[in-house]
Structures are given as C-alpha cells and as structure tokens.
C-alpha cells in the first residue's frame, strides 16, 4: 500500500513570496490532515477535511493560508504571503473515515522562509 | 482540546543507557497513542493505550498509561542509535489526533 506522497521535500523562499504544498493521502482515506511542525516540536494542527469538505480550520491562518481539496483526494496547502515565522514542516496526513486507529503521515515539506 | 506536556524536551544518553519519558495533562485522556518521528520522516505510531494502569511492550519499549488516565510514560532499555528521534504523545479525539510537546532523543554511539 502507498503512503503519504508529499512534495516537493524542501522549500527555500524569500518573505512576501506564495508557495504551494502538495498532498496526495492513502487511496481511500477520507480524512487528510495539515499539520505545522516547528523545528523540535510537536505538529499543530492547521486544518482538517473530510472528502471534499472542510471540518476544522480553527488554527488556521486564513489572511495568508488556504487549502483545498478538490475531488476529495489531493490537496495544496498555500501561503501568500510567507512571513519569516512560518518558517516549518508541513506535514500531510491522512486517515480512514471515522478517524481510524491512527494518523499516517507523509515525510513532509520543509519550508524555509528568508 | 487538551495540553499534552511531554518532559524532558531534550534528551542525550550514551548507547546502552536506559531511560524514560513523561507526558502529562490536566485533564483526562480517553486514549493515548505514543509515535516516533525519524530526523526528515514524518511520525509513525508505535502503541495505543486505552485503559487505566495498562502496560505495553514493543521489543525494549516500554508503555505505561497512568491509573487515572492523565499521564503516561515510555521506557526504553538498552537504548541504540536507531532510537534517535522525536517521540510524540497524542490523543485521539473524535476524528482528530491532539499531539504533544515531544521529546527529542539523541542516542549517541
């Protein structure tokens, strides 16, 4: 079974620039997940969609963040603006329907924000 | 949702030592599951705990969930360099999965 593929794996961008993450879950898997991960901690969660739709977007920063998920299968996670601070992994995640016993996560993208 | 802390936040021990690792909250956890995250991985779980005072093992890895359902611990005999990593206490909510502070492990050889 394929994971999580997420790309690209590094990202270096200067601040006020737009970046786009990909994400593409376990076939299957209704819920995925964004999360944010700062270096050494643990990921917080930016939004959460079942299929197609939105179910928390609570922690996410929407004057410069926004996710989609089209067809209930791939998502892009953008920033535009990027601020130095959103410096971080953003990791992508999915889970069947109903939550699942677990989260399954990609290996992430890497952002760096100058 | 709840504060998951997880102490110590770093962690540096020689190959061959033992050692354990905490996560508390206030308030009380209706699951518990612990993950390990690889330096340019992302995390994958090693153990759901469920009930009150239950004890897991996976190999030299030791799980303990508190009597009261509020803390938990992981224990690690004999650690190895593959050890090395960020380890992760997260409740599963709902359709949701709350993460902690983490603990970074560096095994050194």
């Known amino acids: 079974e394929a994971g999580v593929a997420q790309s690209p794996r590094y990202k270096i961008i200067e601040k006020r620039q737009s970046v786009a993450f990909w994400c593409n879950p376990i076939?299957?898997?209704?819920?995925l997940y964004w999360y944010q991960q700062i270096l050494g901690q643990g990921p917080k969660l930016l939004i959460q969609?079942?299929?197609?739709?939105?179910?928390?977007d609570s922690q996410l920063p929407k004057d410069r963040f926004s996710a989609e998920r089209l067809k209930g299968v791939d998502s892009t996670l953008k920033i535009q603006p990027a601020k130095l601070e959103d410096s971080a992994v953003y990791l992508c995640?999915?889970?069947?329907?109903?939550?699942?016993?677990?989260?399954?996560f990609g290996q992430g993208t890497r952002l760096t924000v100058v | 949702t709840q504060l998951l802390e997880q102490s110590p936040q770093f962690l540096s021990i020689q190959e061959g030592e033992n050692l354990t690792v905490y996560c508390n909250s206030s308030?009380?956890?209706?699951?518990l599951q612990w993950y390990r995250q690889e330096p340019g991985e992302g995390p994958v779980l090693l153990v759901t705990?469920?009930?009150?005072?239950e004890v897991k093992k996976l190999k030299r890895l030791t799980f303990q969930f508190g009597d009261a359902r509020k803390d938990s611990s992981l224990h690690i005999t004999a650690a190895q360099t593959g050890d090395t990593g960020l380890y992760l206490c997260?409740?599963?909510?709902?359709?949701?999965?709350?993460f902690g502070t983490g603990t970074s492990l560096t095994v050194i050889p």
């Open positions: 076939s299957g898997h209704a819920t």
């Open positions: 705990v469920v009930t009150g005072g």
């Open positions: 997260a409740e599963p909510t709902g359709n949701q999965f709350y």
């Open positions: 995640a999915s889970s069947p329907l109903g939550g699942g016993p677990e989260a399954f």
């Open positions: 308030s009380v956890f209706s699951s």
């Open positions: 969609f079942q299929n197609n739709g939105v179910v928390d």
